[in-house]
């Protein structure tokens, strides 16, 4: 992949960080020269390993990526990142799986938390002018 499209994808890493409130994780971005998932044999545009305990998170964006239209690709990081945002329900969600269980009130907290973060992310786009919203 080009060095401006690598630089563009790490530019929309850093900026939508800020804007869905995960300024205290840690994004380690790379570029695999293979996109084919062996597992169903489909392109993969990107994806996201994101560890909600020690927030770290690495996203792969594959070269399938480029192809795309520039605000298709800026709406594909987003939604890697927005993995984030609910990683930690999803830790929640396989653990009740594997038999884990939980208080209500960790649930009550982990959906206020949720509910919060979605509510700031809305305010500061709603603030936006229409022509600086991605969408």
């Not at 169903?40 to 690495?58: F, T």
């Amino acid at each position: 992949m080009e060095k401006k499209l690598r630089d563009e994808a790490k530019k929309i890493v850093d900026r939508w960080r800020h804007r869905l409130f995960l300024t205290e994780w840690q994004f380690y971005v790379k570029f695999p020269h293979d996109g084919i998932d062996s597992s169903n044999s489909q392109d993969i545009v990107a994806c996201i390993d994101a560890d909600n305990v020690y927030k770290n998170a690495e996203i792969l964006v594959y070269p399938t990526w480029a192809s795309r239209e520039k605000d298709t690709r800026e709406i594909l990081l987003v939604h890697e990142l927005s993995h984030c945002v609910t990683s930690e329900a999803r830790s929640m969600l396989f653990s009740l799986k594997n038999g884990v269980m939980y208080h209500d009130h960790n649930i009550r907290d982990l959906i206020e938390s949720l509910t919060q973060t979605i509510s700031r992310i809305a305010v500061g786009q709603a603030r936006k002018p229409v022509r600086e919203r991605p969408y």
